[in-house]
């Protein structure tokens, strides 16, 4: 159900006036599961403006129910979350209360989030409160939205850390983690006194605040629940902004907002980190290329080589494109400048620099080496240089080793596709050399007419010397280019083999064709009589004996051709039973070149050149 008014603006709608969405489903409730929800407020020219609820369920039900003033009361269990407060013109204003309760026939049984926060105008102010089951966050606000004193959280069953953050006027002195048995004190801007930004307080807050940080102190606050619980307020206000953004104007995602120090980049350093987000874009995609490769992964459990070419790059990506990630990262955030360049330096490298000349580990089966791998770059890292110079040098470094190992990559992989396919061809020429000599074989201690048998003996042994010439070949390259041929030329050999057997039958059914029966008055009966003799006498007198002669003059670039002269010559033959030929019996009269016969048939001559 939905009740609202609207006007047309400029031919467009744009709510005005009292909203109100609701949506539930009994009978989607009874039978599984039911999603609800309501929306009730009201609009000025298209913004939210007033006195505003937001309600969402997910609820089933197990068909339990109660009569209440002679009306039935399904009871519904699941989780409800709703919002509610006033919006002044698409803001947040004044006191907003966010839940999430879990319900259990149809009563409220554990509250999994709340969030209580005051807003002036969309800016967050005074104290404020968020809960989860887990955790209660106690802070305040400056009239500005600064983020001000003591943030203080605390475990609900006691036993978990607690957690504080202190902030001076937006700006974090220091967090001090507690538990039953210490406390730890983690040193944040206490010190800075310099030029400062203000920024919300989301991931991006806590990436940058972590620069400052030890891995240690990073790795304690990366396990705190604080910012977590800030992601989880968030998340919340999100929702209601896609909704009221979808309606119409809004701008209700609250600000909580911080101080960070601020050390702003020159245009030669802009366009420095430009150069280095390049460098790594394209050094990730061909590092990631050369890893993923399966062929590649399977040949470096053998191949001492391969193992060194992939472990380059492995080395390379850890100790050179890592590290170049998080710039790009902080790039993409916007923190970058938000960090001392020595800060930065020491977050990134905190064992110093990478060296250019790197101790590849090598190991196969259960023999491990190394071997050195330098890097053909001309990026140079030097300590004098600033940190910017370097981190450009040191990228760019990373691409020239990883596009070096790539061109031998390629090599690697192509003599192993090489190699490969040489293999499989191998296998290919046994298998058609041995078709060849069993079906030859099998023609031979038949009866075949002798006129046969002599191709049948001349293929045979035209597929025994190609195999000896494959056989002599010792040039890898050459040799991979000669099974190619020999593969070819011996399935062409078989083909013709089998074609050489159908001659007698061609040949008989050819005779059949072209005989008929006719009635002669003198004898008074049926005769059988040749049509078309010249037809069938260029083919039985010249065709047939020069393509069997060819036969003893074999060449493998031309071994299909023949095949295929046959193969169309019976063919056409046959047609020619039902056409008009008195034209083409007349020229076939005193003929005796096949080439120029099969010219006359249409039959194109390739084997002789």
């Given at each position: 159900m939905a009740k609202y008014t609207y006007k047309i603006v400029d031919n467009d709608t744009v709510l005005e006036g009292d909203f109100l969405v609701v949506r539930s489903n009994l009978q989607e409730l009874l039978q599984k599961q039911d999603y609800s929800f309501q929306f009730k407020g009201s609009f000025v020219e298209g913004t939210a403006n007033g006195p505003w609820k937001f309600q969402f369920g997910e609820f089933n039900s197990e068909s339990q129910s109660e009569i209440?003033?002679?009306?039935?009361?399904?009871?519904?269990?699941?989780?409800?979350?709703?919002?509610?407060?006033?919006?002044?013109?698409?803001?947040?204003?004044?006191?907003?209360?966010?839940?999430?309760?879990?319900?259990?026939?149809?009563?409220?049984?554990?509250?999994?989030?709340?969030?209580?926060?005051?807003?002036?105008?969309?800016?967050?102010?005074?104290?404020?409160?968020?809960?989860?089951?887990?955790?209660?966050?106690?802070?305040?606000?400056?009239?500005d939205g600064l983020a001000h004193d003591e943030w203080s959280l605390f475990p609900v069953n006691g036993i978990d850390q607690s957690e504080s953050w202190f902030f001076r006027d937006g700006l974090l002195m220091s967090i001090r983690v507690d538990d039953d048995n210490d406390h730890k004190t983690i040193q944040a801007y206490n010190d800075y006194n310099g030029k400062t930004q203000t920024i919300n307080l989301n991931e991006s807050y806590i990436k940058a605040l972590e620069i400052q940080l030890?891995?240690?102190?990073?790795?304690?606050?990366?396990?705190?629940?604080?910012?977590?619980?800030?992601?989880?307020?968030?998340?919340?206000?999100?929702?209601?902004?896609?909704?009221?953004?979808s309606l119409g104007k809004s701008e209700f995602l609250p600000e909580f907002k911080v101080k960070v120090p601020y050390y702003p980049l020159n245009t030669i350093e802009r366009n420095s980190v430009d150069s280095i987000v390049s460098f790594y874009q394209k050094a990730k995609i061909l590092s990631e290329t050369i890893l993923h490769n399966s062929q590649l992964n399977l040949l470096k459990l053998s191949d001492s080589t391969t193992a060194y070419q992939y472990n380059s790059v492995l080395a390379l990506k850890n100790q050179?494109?890592?590290?170049?990630?998080?710039?790009?990262?902080?790039?993409?955030?916007?923190?970058?400048?938000?960090?001392a360049r020595e800060q930065l330096q020491k977050h990134l490298f905190p064992n110093g620099f990478p060296s250019k000349n790197?101790?590849?580990?090598?190991?196969?089966?259960?023999?491990?080496?190394?071997?050195?791998?330098?890097?053909?770059?001309?990026?140079?890292?030097?300590?004098?240089?600033?940190t910017i110079e370097n981190l450009v040098a040191i990228s760019k470094a990373g691409l020239d080793g990883i596009m070096a190992i790539a061109d031998e990559v390629k090599e690697t992989l192509a003599q192993e596709k090489r190699q490969n396919e040489l293999v499989y061809l191998e296998e290919q020429i046994i298998m058609e050399n041995d078709s060849l000599i069993k079906f030859s074989d099998s023609l031979l201690v038949t009866d075949m007419p002798v006129l046969y048998r002599k191709p049948v003996q001349h293929i045979k042994s035209f597929a025994n010397r190609t195999l000896n010439d494959y056989s002599k070949v010792k040039s890898a390259q050459n040799r991979l280019i000669q099974a190619r041929k020999t593969v070819t030329c011996l399935a062409g050999l078989n083909q013709l083999v089998r074609t050489v057997e159908k001659m007698p039958?061609?040949?008989?059914?050819?005779?059949?064709?072209y005989t008929d029966r006719i009635w002669n008055p003198f004898m008074a009966t049926l005769m059988d009589e040749d049509i078309k003799r010249r037809i069938t006498t260029a083919y039985n007198k010249i065709l047939e004996p020069y393509f069997l002669n060819e036969t003893s003059a074999l060449d493998c670039d031309k071994v299909s051709t023949l095949n295929d002269q046959i193969n169309s010559t019976y063919l056409q033959i046959l047609e020619l039973r039902d056409q008009e030929t008195k034209k083409l019996e007349r020229k076939l009269k005193k003929e005796k070149d096949p080439s120029t016969i099969l010219q006359m048939l249409n039959v194109q001559n390739t084997v002789k050149q």
């Open positions: 209440i003033d002679y009306q039935y009361r399904v009871l519904v269990s699941g989780i409800q979350k709703s919002a509610s407060g006033k919006i002044n013109m698409g803001k947040p204003n004044g006191k907003w209360t966010i839940l999430e309760e879990q319900i259990e026939n149809s009563e409220i049984v554990n509250t999994l989030f709340k969030s209580v926060i005051s807003f002036d105008n969309g800016v967050p102010q005074q104290n404020f409160s968020i809960n989860n089951e887990d955790y209660t966050l106690i802070g305040r606000f400056l009239r030890s891995q240690e102190n990073i790795e304690i606050l990366q396990d705190k629940s604080l910012p977590r619980l800030l992601t989880q307020n968030a998340n919340r206000y999100q929702e209601i902004d896609a909704i009221l953004s050179f494109l890592k590290p170049i990630k998080n710039v790009v990262d902080f790039d993409s955030l916007g923190i970058e400048e938000f960090a790197l101790t590849i580990e090598i190991a196969i089966d259960s023999t491990t080496g190394y071997k050195a791998y330098e890097i053909p770059t001309s990026a140079f890292i030097d300590e004098s240089k600033s039958k061609y040949k008989g059914t050819l005779k059949d064709t």
